[in-house]
């Protein structure tokens, strides 16, 4: 089993920042971590992505230069500090694991999702 548990997500006003936190655990490789969003009758869709070792980092072309993942001290963290937030950011956050970027997830894990909601 994996277990996923997203953390800080909440209500922000449009150009205000967030930082999403992730905790996996479990059997899973967690060579690559990433974020996932699914906003409401809409499909999931990726947002970021980060290796082991931090020094390689993917972005959704929606948010590149405003959101930042990064790995965290302790083994198998994660977060995503997202900056100048849109009303369009408005989803539930997803954290994922997987030994590269085109299998994360496909353990089929998912966590419970942390809200944002973002006004305008």
């Known amino acids: 089993q994996v277990q996923l548990v997203e953390s800080g997500g909440g209500l922000v006003q449009a150009g205000g920042s967030l930082r999403l936190s992730c905790a996996a655990s479990g059997r899973t490789s967690s060579y690559v971590m990433g974020w996932f969003r699914q906003a409401p009758g809409k499909e999931r869709e990726f947002v970021a992505a980060?290796?082991?070792?931090?020094?390689?980092?993917r972005y959704a072309d929606s948010v590149k230069g405003r959101f930042t993942i990064s790995r965290g001290n302790a083994e198998n963290t994660m977060y995503l500090q997202m900056d100048s937030l849109k009303p369009e950011d408005t989803a539930v956050y997803y954290c994922?694991?997987?030994?590269?970027?085109?299998?994360?997830?496909?353990?089929?894990?998912w966590g419970q999702g942390t809200q944002v909601t973002v006004s305008s």
């Open positions: 994922q694991t997987g030994p590269n970027i085109a299998t994360l997830g496909a353990h089929g894990y």
């Open positions: 980060i290796n082991w070792s931090g020094g390689i980092t």
